[in-house]
């Protein structure tokens, strides 16, 4: 009996759909709590974006991420970590390496040179900034609270250039959300992705002084986090502590048919069988799920479809140290990469996979990843691997202050539509789609509440 055919006999209480991490912890949480479940996901393997990829070279062995590299490890996963592990026998526990905490500098690339951002007042004391935002920030901490009366939404480069000047917002702000989002921060909501940002302006009136008055709750820094062989290291354990006659692979859903009246789903699938669920997770992108949803309510599909989608190219390849000077090896050794001002560099940014965790390169190489597109070099998606290669090469002779750079590259992949934008009018959009689903039906995924792993983690484990 095949596990599709197994599908069709049973009634269950829940059915998730979209093996992404988002699933996962819905699924693994059902599992947990006891609900008879089904994960369906119609790749052939689970962990969505997550794609890591050991290459052997020379008997020894590199790990390169071709979607997330790393996560900043909070409760949710912290937990996660500890349920997956309590059961687990020793040899084949989870393994977490933390990043190495000598690479722990923050660089951006201003056009000329690499600045280290990872102290606010190095930086603040450098050329990095003119004297007249340094003026613009220093005058913030003096503000009274109620100066003025801020719009109900801004965009994030608003929100900054308001306050520190345009400056600020191109050489610092920019990089950030580069790096977060690949976003267009004209077009970024501020209170949708810094939330408490916008909270600590509106109560004190200087940001400043209301992120210092913050900052004293005792709100800990997150420790940056891998495992033994990748990311994928933490799909295989989800996956391995889930009933395998609850997971689907190769399975697409067709169509959902919801019954109000009874409060039961009817999910076809493409290959013409059904199953039945009294409630079903949705964690499949927007577009996705709107795809899913477009024969019960066109308003959600169309609100859904809404949502944009940065393009991402993510390039993993190597660099032998002997291409640099002892001085360049330090810094990226002691760096966890950098990202670019607005208009420096058409990198969007790179990580020095190797420096963070050098048990997943060779000792004679270093490993990176870059990121190219984004929102705001939609065009280079359309660049053959060659021109990307040589755009590469010639972006880090600019950036590292190189002749000639020998890479070799051992991942490319595009991402068509990567990374949700929390664009102006993201909140009310949501909220408005959430009032309108019907009560047995749940949206989860990294669109919806935070886009890192955490976040993905923590909203699957509340939808159970």
């Known amino acids: 009996m095949t596990q599709q055919k197994k599908l069709l006999e049973e009634q269950y209480d829940l059915c998730i759909v979209g093996g992404g991490i988002s699933g996962l912890s819905a699924a693994f949480h059902a599992h947990i709590a006891d609900v008879n479940f089904v994960l369906i996901e119609a790749s052939c393997k689970f962990g969505g974006a997550i794609q890591t990829e050991i290459i052997n ?13 790393s996560l ?18 020793e040899p084949i526990k989870l393994e977490t390496i933390n990043s190495n905490p000598i690479a722990k500098n923050k ?37 009274k609270p109620n100066h003025r009366i801020t719009p109900k939404e801004e965009s994030i480069e608003q929100f900054f250039s308001r306050l520190f000047g345009q400056e600020f917002a191109d050489k610092l702000i920019w990089p950030i959300l580069s790096g977060i989002y690949a976003g267009n921060i004209a077009q970024l909501s501020l ?47 989800i996956v391995n502590s889930l009933p395998s006659d609850r997971l689907a692979l190769n399975t697409e859903v067709h169509d959902i048919s919801i019954n109000t009246d009874n409060q039961t789903c ?22 996705i799920s709107a795809q899913m949803l477009r024969n019960h309510d066109s308003e959600i599909t169309n609100k859904l479809n809404s949502i944009e989608y940065a393009p991402i190219i993510s390039v993993n390849f190597w660099l032998s140290k002997n291409q640099f000077k002892p001085d360049l090896i330090s810094i990226i050794k002691e760096s966890f990469g950098f990202l670019s001002s607005r208009n420096a560099s058409k990198l969007l940014g790179v990580i020095f996979n190797s420096s963070s965790f050098p048990i997943h390169a060779p000792e004679d190489k270093f490993g990176f990843t870059c990121f190219i597109g984004g ?34 590259i051992k991942g490319l992949t595009r991402w068509t539509q990567a990374i949700p934008q929390y664009n102006l009018g993201h909140k009310a959009l949501i909220e408005s789609i959430e009032k309108e689903l019907p009560p047995n039906v749940i949206l989860i995924g990294n669109y919806l509440g935070g886009i890192s792993l955490e976040d993905c983690v923590k909203t699957g484990r509340e939808s159970i």
């Open 107 to 143: 660089l951006i690339f201003d056009g000329k040179k690499l600045v280290n951002v990872t102290n606010p007042i190095d930086f603040l004391f450098s050329d990095f900034l003119s004297w007249s935002t340094k003026v613009n920030i220093f005058a913030d901490i003096f503000r």
């Open 375 to 408: 929102a705001n070099y939609p065009e280079l998606m359309k660049l053959s691997d060659q021109e990307i290669s040589d755009l590469l090469k010639a972006e880090l002779c600019k950036v590292l202050n190189l002749e000639k750079v020998e890479l070799a």
């Open 57 to 69: 070279d020379q008997d020894k062995q590199f790990v390169i991420e071709r979607g997330p590299n």
């Open 191 to 237: 209170e949708s992705v810094f939330p408490k940002i916008a909270e600590a302006e509106r109560k004190h009136g200087s940001l400043i002084r209301g992120l210092l008055k913050g900052s004293r709750t005792g709100a800990s820094k997150r420790q940056i986090t891998s495992f033994r062989f990748g990311l994928s290291d933490l799909v295989k354990s």
């Open 72 to 89: 900043a490890i909070g409760p949710n996963i912290t937990k996660l970590i500890a349920d997956l592990n309590a059961d687990t026998p």
């Open 266 to 287: 009817t999910i076809s699938l493409s290959c013409g069988q059904v199953i039945n669920a009294k409630k079903i997770i949705l964690a499949t992108p927007a577009y």
